[in-house]
Structure formats: structure tokens, C-alpha cells
């Protein structure tokens, strides 16, 4: 990996990984719904810039449209909704520790309901790593009951932006639209539709906003929802999807990193120890180790 494509590739898990923090403290100031909103419209902004910068169009069909909106409810909408609500229960580097397995899920989506790839013993076992990671994570044998449901709104997070994968892979990508264009009318539309149901949720005056908070928004639509899009894209032009959605392994460390140093949140052995194994069988899962790889490395600790 040439060095301006590794900088933008450890860049991109750097703004994904610390946006977990930047939920955190905008929070401080917004409502979840508000938080959301105004990410959506910021992020939109930013690609229909680039867009009108770089003279590419918006134009969509009508179906790539329909495609398009339904797709954003399950990659941004809903799950930017749940992580907003989520944590305000839970920790920062919590949240990106469950928000990193979404790599697994996806693939656990494909393989059982899209059926592109058969059901391996080396995929069951991945699954069967990830999820025991999940629940150590998790670890609802001492979480108190706010605290669960806010890990569980992190971890429904991660399937929903499964869910859109998956939908995107079904239905967009045939289309063969540019990535760019699709970004900018996918955040179009779930601002859209958030905006819509926004006489369902409550919306609590915004009296007066601190540097900080503002700040953290402008970060979390600017850079999260904006810029990162266009940095993943250029390394799925550069190195491939699969190795660029390896980016996913390296946003868990980001956001645990930023939570202890930003936020001061301990690091429990249970978040360390089960981000590990999540990453363990998502790389299982999707063929990057071997089963034997695994006694393998122990044998050598061992000895």
C-alpha cells in the first residue's frame, strides 16, 4: 500500500473512529433527533459542494431514487437515530467497539438472506466468535438497565447499517452510479425523511449552544457524514472494496482511543477483550485467517 493511499486509509478510520466521541459531547447541547437532523443536512451540504465543484450531476432515475431512499433509512437515518440514543447510556469507545462488528453482520445478512456465498463451517465459526464478542462486550450479566438498552440501540445500530449494505449491494450497485452522486442523494433523502417525521419525536428548545458541542456537530456532518464518504471511495478506487472495508477492523481502536483520551472512559477488560474477539471472527468469517491459524499462534505463545 503506497503511502498516500495508507494515510488516507488510517485518515478515514481516524474520523469514523473518533465521530463516536463527537456524538458524545454534541449531545451535551442537542437532542438525539436534533443531532441527526442537523448531521444529515451538513453531510448533504458537503457531498452536493463537491458535486457542484467537480461538475458531476445529481441526476437519478426514479428507481435509483426509490433504491436510494429506502437505502437511507437503513444506513443513516435509523442507525445514526439509535447511536444518538444509544449513547447517552453508553460509553463512546463502547458504541465503536459494537458499531466495528457491522462487517459481520453484513456478511452474516448476505450469507443467510441473500444467499451469495453458502454457509461455510469457517463463516459459522466466525459468526459464533463475533457474536460471543458481542455479548462480552455488551455484558448484560452487569450492565444496568439503561446502560443495556443503550449497548442494544448501539448493536441495532450496526444491523441496520447492515441492513443497508446489503440493500445497497442488492439494488444500487447494478445501477452503476457514481458512488459520489449516490452519497449526496442518499443524505439528501434521509434528511428528507427525517424531516418528515419530525412531528413524531419530541424537540426540546436549543436555549443556548457551547463551542464544543457546535464544534462536535460540525465534525460529525462535515467530516463523519461528508468527507469520509469521499475518502472511502478514492480507496476503493485505489486498493478494492476488500481491502478497503478492512478500515473496519482499525475504527473499533480509533474510538476506544478517543473515548480514554477525550472523554476519560475507562478501558474494562470486557470491551478490550471482546472488541478483540469480534475482530477475531470477522477476520474468520471473511477468510483473512485461517481456523488453524489460530491453535497455531497459541502453540507459539506457548512455547
Known amino acids: 500500500m503506497e503511502k498516500a493511499t495508507a494515510a488516507r486509509f488510517f485518515g478515514q478510520a481516524a474520523i469514523w473512529g473518533a465521530s463516536f466521541t463527537f456524538i458524545k459531547l454534541a449531545l451535551e447541547d442537542f437532542s438525539p433527533n436534533q443531532l441527526v437532523l442537523f448531521r444529515l443536512i451538513l453531510g448533504a451540504a458537503t457531498l452536493a459542494a463537491i458535486i457542484i465543484f467537480t461538475g458531476r450531476s445529481f ?69 459464533f466468535l463475533g457474536f460471543v464478542g458481542v455479548a462480552l462486550v455488551v455484558s448484560p450479566w452487569k450492565a444496568e438497565g439503561s446502560s443495556l438498552l443503550g449497548a442494544l440501540a448501539c448493536f441495532g445500530a450496526a444491523a441496520s447499517y447492515a441492513l443497508g449494505y446489503a440493500y445497497v449491494s442488492r439494488y444500487l450497485s447494478p445501477l452503476k452510479v457514481d458512488p459520489i452522486t449516490l452519497g449526496a442523494n442518499q443524505l439528501i433523502a434521509a434528511a428528507i425523511l427525517l424531516g418528515l417525521a419530525l412531528p413524531f419525536f419530541t424537540w426540546p ?66 470491551i478490550i477483550v471482546g472488541g478483540a474477539v469480534i475482530l477475531v471472527g470477522m477476520a474468520l468469517a471473511e477468510g483473512r485467517i485461517s481456523p488453524s491459524a489460530l491453535p497455531e499462534a497459541s502453540g507459539k505463545v506457548n512455547n
Open 59 to 127: 441526476r437519478l432515475t426514479g428507481r435509483a431514487w426509490f433504491h436510494v431512499a429506502v437505502s437511507s433509512i437503513f444506513a443513516n437515518v435509523i442507525p445514526y437515530l439509535l447511536l444518538s440514543y444509544g449513547e447517552l447510556h453508553t460509553s463512546a469507545g463502547l458504541a465503536g467497539v459494537l458499531i466495528g462488528g457491522t462487517p459481520l453482520v453484513t456478511l452474516f445478512i448476505s450469507t443467510v438472506a441473500l444467499r451469495n456465498e453458502p454457509a461455510t463451517s469457517r463463516k459459522v465459526s466466525g459468526f
Open 205 to 270: 428548545a436549543i436555549e443556548a449552544v457551547s463551542v464544543v458541542p457546535l464544534l462536535s456537530l460540525l465534525y460529525l456532518g462535515v467530516l463523519a457524514s461528508g468527507i469520509a464518504n469521499i475518502l472511502y471511495f478514492r480507496l476503493i478506487q485505489d486498493v478494492g472494496a476488500s481491502t478497503a472495508s478492512a478500515v473496519d477492523y482499525v475504527v473499533p481502536v480509533f474510538a476506544v482511543l478517543f473515548g480514554a483520551v477525550l472523554l476519560l472512559e475507562p478501558l474494562s477488560w470486557n
